[in-house]
């Protein structure tokens, strides 16, 4: 039987991704204590920079820091958690994230690549995109709440995170499904004001949510 990856809180709460250090340094100053970094189409070395001050950030604020796609780099600097999609799969060495001790989300958008998922025991598992979103090229449809709900339960053990086009005003409709995280790009990142933005999710999201043991 395949390991487990190691345990993160059962439910990962509001969950900004965004690509840069001054993102990360903002928001987990602001109170958010689940976040990513997200860089997309670089060298490794061109990131290294970004990705070791990142998880330095994670560590002083005791917060849930994941790297996006550069796994080795968050080996290298022992980032709290590493996010990879189905095409990283094929590539990223899972026995080293694992044996380094790093939490790993994995990203889903159907049945088989949930199954595909479970068999690895992440650590999360997201879903989506939920919504129409214009942060990322999606090639399948929106998959919507009702679906998201079906997937859900599938995934009773497991911690879940809902990604994609999701809005302030569309966050109730997404918690009454159930998940246990909301992941955001532009509701943070394009609002007028975000730390307003940032404070009005981090309480819809976070209310409720027992402080927890495991980090
Ligand atoms: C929380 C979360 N969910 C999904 C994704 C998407 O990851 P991936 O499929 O690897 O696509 P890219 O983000 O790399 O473009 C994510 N980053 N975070
Ligand atoms: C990275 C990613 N993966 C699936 S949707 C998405 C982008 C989400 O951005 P937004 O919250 O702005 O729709
Ligand atoms: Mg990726």
């Known amino acids: 039987m395949t390991d487990t990856f190691p345990a993160t809180a059962p439910k990962l709460g509001l969950y900004p991704v965004v690509d ?9 100053e602001a109170g958010v204590r689940t976040i990513q970094l997200r860089i997309k189409d670089c060298e490794d070395h061109e990131v290294e920079d970004a990705v070791r001050e990142a ?11 994941f790297i996006n ?14 996010h990879l999609g189905q095409e990283d799969l094929d590539v990223a060495d899972l026995a080293a994230i694992r044996e380094a001790g790093l939490r790993l989300g994995l990203s889903t958008h159907d049945d088989a690549e949930l199954d595909r998922a479970l068999a690895l025991r992440p650590s999360y598992i997201a879903l989506g995109h939920i919504y129409p979103t214009q942060t990322k090229d999606m090639p399948s449809a929106p998959q919507g709440v009702v679906e998201l709900k079906r997937h859900l339960s599938r995934l009773q053990d497991v911690p879940t995170v809902a990604i994609g086009g999701i809005s302030l005003a569309r966050v109730p409709e997404v918690l009454a499904t159930g998940v246990g995280s909301i992941a955001v790009v532009s509701a943070i990142t394009q609002a007028a004001d975000w ?5 009005q999710l981090l309480s819809l999201v976070e209310n409720g949510i027992e402080p927890a043991k495991v980090m």
């Open 69 to 82: 796609d550069y796994w080795r780099l968050a080996i290298k600097y022992h980032a709290y958690g590493v």
């Open 20 to 28: 840069s250090v001054e993102w990360i340094a903002r928001l987990l």
């Open 55 to 65: 998880i330095a950030l994670g560590k002083q604020y005791r917060a849930r820091l």
């Open 195 to 199: 730390r307003a933005a940032t404070q």
